[in-house]
């Protein structure tokens, strides 16, 4: 409560003295210090006593019309200030205030704006005159008010001085949003231009076109009269009438004047009402007033022409007003009024449909040349100013043009020459995986087909085959949402499953040829073909899923081109997306190191090498997609992934399979159990007696010479051991093709092995 105690005070003692000003403190409404001081201008009392003549000194009146709503905006005002320094806001900080009556008078506002101009914790009061005022200190740092948009004005002129902060918490002149001439003022409330804007549109949805408008006689009144003035004629609406008040009038003076213009109006109407029935005649012709307030007198159309050297003047017709048409009475005036149309008067050309007028340097707007319209442009009329811009996402236009043209709609269509060349690429894929198939089941005892994998491990890799080259039909035909989503995991995850299997393959061939017993443990132990397949697709089949429910692909129209709009899969996420081949390129890497390792196996029946070649053909068509994927738009985006897929799935079908297929069918003396057999055995043998050399090399080197005959009894050491590994290579082979050694064979063979 003490803190509303100190205004109350000094705005009481500022209405009971009747003194003239002694100090400028003496019309100080407010005060506390602080170390950061904020100014404030109220309008606490209507107007300044009115003096009996012209002011004789230069001294400020006494203040009469005490207004509490605004007394109480002071105290809002003090309030906020009390509590800001009351909180941690602003730490050590203390905000003090100074606030000044204006009395609703510019004079009163200005000399407390000087006062706030002046230098801080100076002895004399005094604004200094500085031509840079960075590091001047004035009184205050900031300025609360004014309310009236007139007083604001002119307080904001004198502190644009130092660009001291303005806020106005009333003045809602538009002119005050010219940041130019007033650059530090702010305010709490929307220009007048939007209260005009909304006065405005009221009428026009009100149906009104015949109004009349009061405004006072300020900075405020003005602007807002010509602003909406501006509005109501844009909206086809009719000012009647236009009544400027005087300023700071009180309540009942307005109320008084309204009352005299409502008046004033009326009889205004009633004389008006008498003008708008007027009829009189003259010379037989009958004029009256129609409904706009115009006279239907109409127009004489005469022609200047010069005759042996005189000037004579001819009527030629008369223009009818209300029928816009010229009236002709004679055939000779008929035809000089048609020949006027001979006579042309123009400084340029008329621009045709398609061109636009280009100003050259002339003062005159009716000189001109014609230029043409650029591209996606148009002009639909002569003489146009300027060409108008198509709609370039939809349509395009050629130069020149006087229409704009719909973009065709573009994608890699089912009847394109590529596409169906591609199809057929797909569907003899497809043929010769369904021919495999057959082949092998044919042949499902021999031991080609055994030495495969079994039929069980082909057909999921030919299904694979099967599921990538019919992968290739949904990247044709007009993207769908679904076959956006759905070709890419198609695709994906068949192939991750076809490198699976291919994987376990090279795994098995390199186990059941190698003779390092801890390689071989190691890679019995890596053995488990069922769960790394499923591991190794369900890890594709995760990555997919999560690409298809935060990213999925998605129809986009790509309007980047000038003439056509090309409809595209969006991949949604290009991580994803890079993500799914990568995981793909990882799996047939470690294909192909494994494969690599076995490429000197029996021959016949040697799948190591012709994978390894298969890997090299993925990863040659895969790396050459990317920067040709990369660089590539239009419709044919699409066929860039397509010929990749079938590149790299005829690869690995025709290594994997067509070797196999080529002993099948034209070397069938290769396929037997006794051919097999023989070529194991030698295989064996030859890599036993390598083994045996090395090992005779290795320890050779590493003893002592310590015997009479130390290599003898090397020799005969490797020997056994080679012997104890062919063996086991043998026995191997056999267990894995389920095939028994046949009874044709020597016995002393079998027991040397």
């Known amino acids: 409560?003490?803190?509303?105690?100190?205004?109350?005070?000094?705005?009481?003692?500022?209405?009971?003295?009747?003194?003239?000003?002694?100090?400028?403190?003496?019309?100080?409404?407010?005060?506390?210090?602080?170390?950061?001081?904020?100014?404030?201008?109220?309008?606490?009392?209507?107007?300044?006593?009115?003096?009996?003549?012209?002011?004789?000194?230069?001294?400020?009146?006494?203040?009469?019309?005490?207004e509490i709503s605004i007394f109480l905006q002071t105290l809002a005002m003090i309030h906020s200030i009390e509590m800001i320094n009351n909180s941690t806001l602003l730490?050590?900080?203390?905000?003090?205030?100074?606030?000044?009556?204006?009395?609703?008078?510019?004079?009163?506002?200005?000399?407390?704006?000087?006062?706030?101009?002046?230098?801080?914790?100076?002895?004399?009061?005094?604004?200094?005159?500085?031509?840079?005022?960075?590091?001047?200190?004035?009184?205050?740092?900031?300025?609360?008010?004014?309310?009236?948009?007139?007083?604001?004005?002119?307080?904001?002129?004198?502190?644009?001085?130092?660009?001291?902060?303005?806020?106005?918490?009333?003045?809602?002149?538009?002119?005050?949003?010219?940041?130019?001439?007033?650059?530090?003022?702010?305010?709490?409330?929307?220009?007048?231009?939007?209260?005009?804007?909304a006065m405005a549109h009221l009428i026009q949805k009100s149906g009104w076109?015949?109004?009349?408008?009061?405004?006072?006689?300020?900075?405020?009144?003005?602007?807002?009269l010509n602003t909406f003035a501006v509005q109501t004629a844009a909206n086809n609406v009719c000012i009647a009438f236009k009544e400027v008040l005087p300023a700071f009038l009180s309540d009942d003076t307005i109320e008084i004047r309204i009352n005299e213009t409502l008046e004033k109006i009326i009889a205004e109407a009633q004389l008006l009402d008498v003008l708008k029935n007027v009829t009189f005649t003259d010379e037989g012709n009958s004029f009256h007033f129609d409904a706009h307030g115009d006279m239907n007198t109409g127009y004489d159309v005469v022609l200047w022409k010069e005759i042996g050297g005189h000037m004579t003047i001819t009527k030629m017709a008369q223009y009818d007003l209300r029928n816009d048409v010229f009236i002709i009475t004679d055939q000779e005036t008929k035809n000089e009024f048609r020949n006027l149309k001979q006579i042309r008067s123009k400084c340029s050309k008329e621009c045709s449909p398609g061109q636009m007028k280009k100003t050259t340097r002339s003062q005159h707007i009716c000189c001109y040349e014609c230029v043409?319209?650029?591209?996606?442009?148009?002009?639909?009329?002569?003489?146009?100013?300027?060409?108008?811009?198509?709609?370039?996402?939809?349509?395009?236009?050629?130069?020149?043009?006087?229409?704009?043209?719909?973009?065709?709609?573009?994608?890699?269509?089912?009847?394109?020459s590529l596409a169906i060349l591609l199809l057929a690429l797909s569907l003899l894929g497809i043929i010769?995986?369904?021919?495999?198939?057959?082949?092998?089941?044919?042949?499902?005892?021999?031991?080609?087909?055994?030495?495969?994998?079994?039929?069980?491990?082909c057909y999921v890799i030919l299904l694979c085959h099967v599921l990538n080259f019919a992968s290739t039909g949904f990247f044709i035909g007009e993207p769908q949402d679904f076959t956006c989503k759905t070709r890419q995991t198609v695709f994906g995850v068949s192939f991750t499953l076809c490198i699976s299997c291919i994987l376990m393959k090279s795994l098995k061939i390199l186990l059941a040829f190698s003779f390092d017993p801890k390689l071989q443990n190691f890679l019995k132990c890596l053995y488990k073909p069922i769960p790394i397949i499923f591991t190794c697709t369900g890890i594709q089949v995760v990555i997919c899923t999560i690409w298809l429910i935060f990213a999925a692909p998605a129809v986009e129209e790509n309007v980047s081109l000038p003439r056509v709009i090309i409809l595209e899969c969006e991949e949604g996420s290009v991580l994803a997306f890079g993500t799914m081949l990568g995981y793909i390129a990882i799996l047939a890497f470690i294909c192909f190191i494994f494969a690599f390792k076995g490429r000197k196996l029996p021959e016949h029946y040697n799948e190591a090498k012709f994978i390894t070649f298969g890997m090299l053909i993925y990863f040659i068509a895969w790396i050459t997609f990317i920067p040709i994927y990369a660089t590539t738009f239009g419709k044919y985006l699409p066929a860039v992934e397509i010929i990749v897929i079938l590149i790299s799935n005829y690869g690995i079908l025709c290594c994997t399979f067509f070797p196999k297929c080529y002993i099948i069918l034209c070397k069938q003396e290769a396929n037997t159990k006794s051919a097999f057999l023989k070529m194991i055995y030698s295989y064996s043998s030859h890599t036993a007696s390598s083994l045996a050399i090395s090992h005779v090399s290795l320890d050779s080197t590493n003893s002592s010479i310590t015997t009479t005959n130390p290599s003898s009894s090397g020799k005969s050491a490797a020997w056994q051991e080679s012997k104890d590994l062919q063996a086991q290579a043998f026995a191997h082979i056999c267990r894995e093709n389920a095939i028994s050694v046949p009874k044709i064979l020597p016995r002393k063979r079998i027991s040397s092995i």
């Open 1 to 66: 409560m003490a803190l509303l105690i100190i205004p109350i005070t000094c705005f009481g003692s500022t209405l009971v003295t009747s003194q003239p000003c002694q100090t400028p403190d003496d019309f100080v409404a407010a005060t506390s210090p602080g170390h950061i001081m904020i100014g404030g201008l109220f309008a606490i009392h209507e107007k300044m006593l009115p003096s009996e003549d012209y002011p004789r000194r230069p001294e400020i009146q006494k203040c009469v019309g005490f």
């Open 432 to 457: 010769l995986v369904l021919a495999i198939g057959i082949i092998f089941t044919r042949n499902l005892n021999t031991p080609i087909v055994k030495s495969s994998g079994g039929l069980l491990v």
């Open 209 to 224: 076109n015949w109004i009349g408008i009061i405004a006072t006689d300020d900075d405020y009144g003005r602007l807002a």
């Open 372 to 416: 043409d319209c650029p591209e996606n442009h148009y002009s639909n009329q002569t003489d146009m100013d300027h060409c108008l811009l198509c709609n370039n996402e939809t349509h395009w236009a050629p130069v020149r043009s006087t229409r704009c043209f719909e973009k065709e709609v573009e994608y890699l269509n089912w009847n394109d």
């Open 91 to 197: 730490s050590g900080v203390k905000l003090g205030y100074e606030i000044y009556d204006t009395c609703t008078e510019v004079t009163v506002a200005m000399a407390a704006t000087l006062r706030f101009l002046s230098k801080r914790n100076c002895s004399r009061e005094i604004v200094e005159f500085k031509c840079d005022y960075s590091s001047y200190m004035p009184r205050v740092k900031a300025v609360i008010g004014a309310g009236y948009s007139e007083i604001t004005m002119a307080v904001s002129r004198m502190l644009n001085l130092q660009l001291m902060p303005q806020v106005s918490y009333e003045s809602t002149a538009e002119i005050l949003s010219d940041k130019i001439r007033f650059p530090s003022f702010l305010r709490t409330v929307p220009s007048d231009f939007y209260q005009t804007k």
